[in-house]
């Protein structure tokens, strides 16, 4: 299988390591390209001298979807995954891809098993129908296209510091393509490595002020000013509200607090919105992608043949 591997990473050298150690062991023959940036933990010399690194991406964005499109442009083979640094893969990852793209997948995806206290987690495939468009999301940090298919879309918006696989699952969704799943498909996480793969968020924003700015904006730029952005804004603005009335009443979060998150909530989403319908604007094609990997092709990176 000619298969490229992109491993985005920022300051998580000992998860990376173990990312790299699975990926040597169960995905032989595969391109490996670790985009690491910009770590100060050891990252780079760890990478150089791992004998699964192929390609080490120097980058100076602290941005994840930056990490992924820069890992994209630099990859060689006919079909592209990705694996962040907290995942491991599993036995039967390597097949599971195979089968599915010998089977006609254009995009395939599978469950991220999370090893917690007392045992270990797992989900399920996602869908939700939002204007009559039938949704497939994906963990980015667990995910493969086709080549045509990450092109497509032109690959993550780099508008965004979270929520970028999500807006990819919509715009998958608008230019046609179907995302497979796969059960074999899997990596396991250890607790914590979900916040490690955010490899970079909005510092000046609250973190209430971060997800809604990206959902605002990631809905807007799909969908267009319609009832069903205001709908799902509000929805996910409620159940965090409830969430956030049930912390103060505990005592785990002051009311001067949660109003603060409040202001964030609205003063984001809105922000969102407007972004993203400048983003609809500014791309009226179907990847809806103005801040993809072709309009960074002058990005600053050091490359390294591992």
């Given at each position: 299988m000619d298969l490229s591997v992109v491993v985005p990473t920022l300051n998580a050298r000992a998860r990376l390591e173990r990312a790299l150690d699975a990926l040597a062991a169960r995905v032989p023959g595969a391109e490996v390209i670790v985009v690491n940036g910009p770590s100060s933990d050891g990252t780079s010399g760890m990478v150089r001298e791992h004998a699964a ?254």
């Amino acid at each position: 299988m000619d298969l490229s591997v992109v491993v985005p990473t920022l300051n998580a050298r000992a998860r990376l390591e173990r990312a790299l150690d699975a990926l040597a062991a169960r995905v032989p023959g595969a391109e490996v390209i670790v985009v690491n940036g910009p770590s100060s933990d050891g990252t780079s010399g760890m990478v150089r001298e791992h004998a699964a690194a192929d390609v080490l991406l120097e980058l100076s964005d602290r941005n994840l979807n930056a990490a992924r499109n820069a890992g994209f442009a630099a990859a060689n083979g006919a079909i592209v995954a990705f694996v962040s640094h907290g995942s491991v893969v599993r036995e039967g990852w390597f097949d599971a891809l195979r089968a599915a793209f010998d089977d006609g997948a254009a995009v395939v995806t599978g469950p991220v098993h999370r090893a917690v206290s007392g045992g270990v987690t797992t989900e399920g495939p996602e869908t939700r129908t939002i204007a009559g468009r039938d949704v497939t999301y994906f963990d980015g940090g667990n995910v493969a296209f086709a080549r045509d298919a990450i092109a497509a879309l032109d690959g993550f918006d780099e508008y965004l510091d979270t929520g970028g696989a999500r807006d990819a699952a919509h715009r998958l969704a608008g230019l046609g393509y179907d995302v497979a799943w796969r059960p074999d498909l899997t990596v396991l996480r250890e607790e914590g490595d979900d916040i490690a793969d955010r490899v970079a968020e909005d510092a000046t924003l609250p973190i209430w002020g971060s997800k809604y700015r990206s959902l605002g904006y990631r809905l807007a730029k799909n969908y267009g000013l319609r009832g069903t952005v205001a709908y799902r804004v509000a929805r996910h603005a409620l159940g965090d509200a409830r969430s956030g009335v049930v912390d103060v009443l505990a005592g785990r979060t002051g009311v001067a607090e949660w109003v603060g998150n409040g202001r964030a909530v609205v003063s984001s989403a809105l922000a969102g919105v407007e972004d993203g319908l400048a983003a609809r604007r500014a791309d009226r094609s179907d990847a809806r992608n103005p801040n993809g990997a072709s309009s960074r092709m002058d990005r600053a990176l050091s490359r390294y043949d591992a």
